[in-house]
């Protein structure tokens, strides 16, 4: 049994990858191998003053970069080296150098390749050194290698990364006394199966473009309901009002022409327009899954009658 320890640098820190670099050991953590591959990412480079972001200061000049080939030259070498059969994957944040090696392979049209990873930020927290839990890589790098190792090395060069990888990997397993296979039955989250991994992070960031656009929606409905409800204020305040008290749900702010013709029901029959579920006489969800998770998520029993936006239109025909 081999064991891979790599790192990808990538032009922009998303995509685009311009370095690969891995260390082949033994199972004995004796280097077999130690190689960087640069790679023309085919774009500029973006790592100096992105909002939000820390600057990141590559090894290399970037005109270096553009001086070898694209990714699809190296693709082949890379799925056959990671595809092997006798060998374990270890990365720092695997998930992210999964996304950056999929995300190339679309680019280039280059089928993907399954594989499993194992995550040593994921290990870190459980490993306890002299009382000490560490929760990065370069603070544990820093603690338990030696500095004439630590000196040798350099940060943001993809083989040093995977290096700087195996060596805090090797003296978690020493200090421990564990096996690679016994740390990894320890830390479960530190699995990642590549192309399971990636069908996930499909859907999560479907989810999360879907989420935003709802709340985009919902906001946009939550003014249209606000100008209702402030228009009704008078007459939650007027003993003598006899309309039924109307409130609807935060997905039924979301679907602008239902909510339209909603409130046009609640002006042509008298309702009044309520902004707290407790004490209305309807609560309006948009459909049957949205009444069902209203209902569910009620805390307290309610007195009122939660009715499906169909319903509410089949009571008032």
Known sequence: ??????????????????????????????????????IDPECPFNLIGREGQDDLELTYPYSEYYKYYPFDDSYEFIKNLMTQKDLMIFGHA????????????NRYNLPLFDYTAYDIQKMLPMFDKRNKKYTSLENAFIDLVPDEIRSELKDHRACDDAMKT????????VDLE?????????????????????????????????????????????????????EHEPL???????????????????????????IQIIKDKGYVAYDRINGSDYLVA?????KKQMTAGLKYPYAGQILTYQEFLDINK
Not at 166 to 173: A, D, G, H, Q, T
Not at 238 to 258: A, D, L
């Open 236 to 262: 939650l305040e007027n003993p003598n009002s006899i309309g039924k008290f109307i409130t609807v749900s935060g997905e039924m702010k979301e679907h602008h022409e239902e909510l339209k013709n909603l």
């Open 286 to 290: 948009f459909d049957e899954n949205n």
């Open 94 to 105: 695997v998930n992210n150098d999964i996304g950056f090696l999929f995300k190339d392979c």
């Open 178 to 230: 564990f096996t690679p296979k016994d740390l990894i039955e320890s830390c479960p989250k530190s699995v990642f199966n590549a192309l399971t991994y990636w069908e996930q992070a499909k859907i999560r960031k479907k989810e999360r473009k879907n989420n935003l656009q709802n709340a985009v929606k919902r906001k946009v409905g939550q003014v249209m309901w606000g100008d209702l409800y402030r």
């Open 166 to 173: 195996m060596l805090v990997f090797k003296s978690m397993v």
């Open 1 to 38: 049994m081999n064991y891979l320890f790599f790192d990808i640098e990538c032009a922009d820190g998303n995509c685009a990858i311009c370095e690969f670099g891995y260390i082949l050991t033994d199972d004995k953590f004796n280097v077999l191998r130690k190689r960087n591959i640069l």
